[in-house]
């Protein structure tokens, strides 16, 4: 009851004509930018994010609000209307909701997506309003050496899961972890990897990172395989859901929620799992199996239920804990930290009125983005019909306003370039990018936990384990990296068919690059 009337309290600070306005803003802003190919929520927050800059905490904070789950609703856009996921979690949408658009079903597919998104959303954001607090609760016991095992957790399994490759993936981490350690060492006081460069003194701005890597690294990799075979666009009306879409849509969305918000909750978690196990679970349960593969209104309404919860999901472990486990919520976290902000275990009792506008800022941006974006569905459709030159030159001119607005200073600019072509490196060697923006992030504060923990223990690396959670943590992450590989071992024949059914042409780089 006591978080009822904490978001009652934020709701009140919320809503006011001029934030609501805000909350408008962003939500245009944030399906403006996430509905375009090949862009996802995580760019669309990272490109946005200087806008916010001048305005006071609350406004920012339901304006990014606003453009989160604006460039969710963007994604499943593109997913539906040109078969374009704008990250991996989107893939499970695009199998069916193309289909279902090139049947001529794509006002029901994105009606589908954007109410279940909605029902999503709402109870994924309540979700987080009564378990983040409690986790607060137990993580302000957590000692040292448990944060940095809970850390190095994060890290590894984050990294561990995604890409085809787990050395990619931890290639990408170490880059992250080195891009973190720029800057003045806070104990010593001894500049790291500057270089003799007064500007690197400073530890690196996480905003101008973020859109070199997202924003600038995606703009040249598509600038590098564009075609000029014009975009197959299907046609939009007015999305609706007559009565039988309706039947067969509203269980969907409730078991897809339910998968989806663990998984976000998961300080290790992320959307594509929960996305999956939501189309094969529909998959089994559906009355009409013969649809399946030709265009099944579950196999868009489940996975996208999934994806939204799962993200609502993230913001337990980020304002609990301070940890990101998306890119997306990293992006926010940045967003956070841009205003002084530093999410964890005492953010709730220090800054309760931040955390519960923030809250209510969530449910505020998932309302007005159903309420806005279901009658503006036409006219992102005709968004769609933007030639990509001119898209990508937008982009990349945003990309460098909003880098050198951070600090004014044309150093940024140079650190955006340079970062832009490591995005663009690490799209052409297929390096994962989220690893690298978390260990950008969580670099600074492992490290931390590390010499806190050393510090307690006189410098004995026994003070690493001296802790019953630590210890879990430790052996639960060793679990998780070494039993796939003995499933795997054990089980090949079964593994390799898995693979063979998941070369599915509506790979992310295979889209990106039409």
Do not use: C
């Amino acid at each position: 009851m006591d978080s009822l009337n904490l978001l009652w309290g934020g709701l009140e600070a919320a809503v006011t004509p001029e934030n609501l306005l805000w909350a408008a803003l962003g939500v245009l802003l944030g399906t403006f930018v996430g509905v375009l190919p090949g862009i996802g929520p995580a760019m669309a927050v990272a490109l946005l994010l200087p806008v916010t800059y001048g305005l006071d905490a609350t406004q920012a904070f339901i304006m990014f609000a606003g453009i989160y789950y604006g460039g969710m609703y963007g994604g499943s856009t593109t997913s539906i209307l040109l078969n374009t996921p704008g990250e991996s979690s989107s893939v499970m949408t695009a199998i069916e909701g193309n289909k279902m658009a090139k049947a001529g079903r794509a006002a029901q597919a994105l009606a589908t997506a954007a109410i279940g998104s909605f029902i999503a959303g709402t109870i994924g954001t309540m979700g987080v309003v009564f378990f983040a607090p409690a986790l607060a609760d137990i993580a302000v016991e957590i000692g040292a050496p448990s944060y940095l095992a809970i850390t190095v957790m994060a890290l590894v399994l984050v990294t561990a899961v995604l890409g085809s490759s787990k050395l990619r993936g931890f290639i990408a981490l170490f880059i992250g972890l080195t891009i973190g350690l720029v800057g003045l060492d806070l104990n010593t006081g001894q500049p790291r990897l500057s270089f003799g460069t007064t500007q690197l003194a400073d530890r690196l701005d996480i905003v101008v990172v973020a859109v070199g890597i997202f924003a600038l690294g995606e703009a040249l990799w598509v600038a590098a395989h564009l075609r000029r075979t014009p975009l197959q666009i299907t046609p939009v009306g007015q999305p609706f859901m007559g009565k039988e879409d309706w039947r067969r849509s509203w269980k969907p969305w409730l078991r897809g929620t339910a998968l989806g918000f663990p998984f976000g909750a998961i300080p290790a978690g992320g959307a594509e799992t929960p996305t999956f196990l939501s189309y094969l679970a529909e998959k089994k349960l559906t009355k009409h199996p013969e649809e399946f593969g030709k265009g099944a209104i579950e196999g868009v309404a489940g996975p996208e239920a999934a994806n939204n919860a799962s993200a609502a999901g993230t913001f337990v472990p980020l304002l609990a804990m301070g940890l990101p486990v998306t890119a997306t919520a990293t992006i926010m976290l940045a967003a956070l930290q841009s205003y002084g902000i530093q999410p964890g275990p005492q953010l709730m009792t220090e800054q309760p009125d931040l955390v519960w506008t923030l809250l209510a800022s969530l449910l505020i941006g998932n309302t007005m983005l159903l309420v806005l974006n279901l009658p503006l569905a036409p006219l992102w459709a005709k968004l769609l019909r933007v030639p990509r030159p001119y898209l990508y030159a937008g982009i990349l001119f945003f990309a460098s306003l909003g880098a050198y607005t951070v600090n004014l200073d044309s150093f940024d600019l140079f650190l955006l370039l340079v970062f832009g072509l490591l995005g663009l490196a690490m799209r052409r060697f297929g390096l994962p990018v989220l690893p690298l923006i978390l260990g950008v992030i969580l670099g600074p504060i492992m490290e931390s936990k590390l010499r806190e923990a050393l510090a307690l223990s006189g410098g004995d690396s026994s003070g690493l384990v001296n802790e019953p959670l630590a210890v879990i943590v430790y052996v639960l992450t060793a679990l998780f990296l070494v039993v796939p590989i003995a499933v795997r071992y054990l089980l090949p024949s079964r593994f390799d068919r898995s693979d063979d059914a998941a070369d599915d042409p509506s790979d992310e780089r295979e889209l990106v690059d039409r």
